[in-house]
């Protein structure tokens, strides 16, 4: 048997044993304050213990048990107990969970209009533009019908930093790019965005990177600072490139119908508890990015940190734009509305 096909198997048989444990074990009564029993509510993340997934995680169950006094606990799955992105999208989609954090770099494949959050140059710098955008009211009410369609409810998007490239080389203008294999995020617009800059991009699940830059079968790969910490990215590349062309964004969504036949009780305790985090996890993930670079920079000197100027960023910005054409070609009218939509969230961002 090739070992694709023998990898495809193994990944088919987890999935299904990870669903099959989540099913069986879904309703699942726990025992609560005082004895009382409570549900269980099943919250996967694409990170690992210690990331910016996680510390939210950590304290929507925090807040959501306190408000609940007990009649819910929420278990946090952290990235590799159930699998890929992929492979928790689906468990949620299928109800065996009923939250999960999904970054458009993945869920991208299964909602594609969701990559526009993944075009470089367009989203705002500056931090309260940013969040202003993110936030922004008639964006988020196009997104709803998109999640809908796939079973989930969009609850909010949260940015977790700047997207930094590591590489074996300085990239300072895209010829540098020029035959580097870089690891890119599994939706396919992001090959796009690295092959307009010349460069051989891959796609691959996150757990895989590690060991692709180590074997030298990838030479470069592309995330914000704390997970090239937490994942010893820094460890198997020699320079952090900061080309600030976009930031990591992930979504915070549940399964439509556990939502929906929640008690408006507790339906009005998520809501309030996902708002509430909003302006939290923005800082949350600022410190954290902060202390990493410390980090990095204390245990390896020799990492050089290049950032590009202005004039530099503006070649990759330029060819950036050809990868918008392709985002509207795979998306159509839907896509095009709302590119339209974000790009508008990113003017009245500025005149607020
Ligand atoms: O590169 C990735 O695949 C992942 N990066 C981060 C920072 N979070 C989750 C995502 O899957």
Redesign the pocket.
Known sequence: MQNSELNSRRRGLRITLSSLFLAITAFAPACGVGGAQSTIWRFAI??TSGSV?DTYAQEFKRRIEERTQGAVEVKVYPYGTLGT?DDITEQLRMGSLQFAMA?P??LGKTIPELQVFLLHFLLPEDEDRLRATVADAPLRAELDPLFAEKDLELLTILP?GWMVWTTQQPIREPADFAGVKIRT?TSPLLLAAYEAYGASPQAM??GE?YGALQLNMIDAQV??VF?IEEMSFFEVTSHMVFANHAP?L?TLVANDGFLSDLDPEQRTIVEDVVQELDPWLFDVQRELNDERLATIRERKPEMKIVRLTDDERDAFRELSTNVRSEYLERTGTRGSALLETLVDAVARSGRE
Do not use: I
Request: charged residues 20%; aromatic residues 12%; negative net charge.
């Open positions: 694409e990170e997934q992105s970054s770099g993945h977790e995020m699940p996150y990177v995330n914000p997970a990591f992930t």
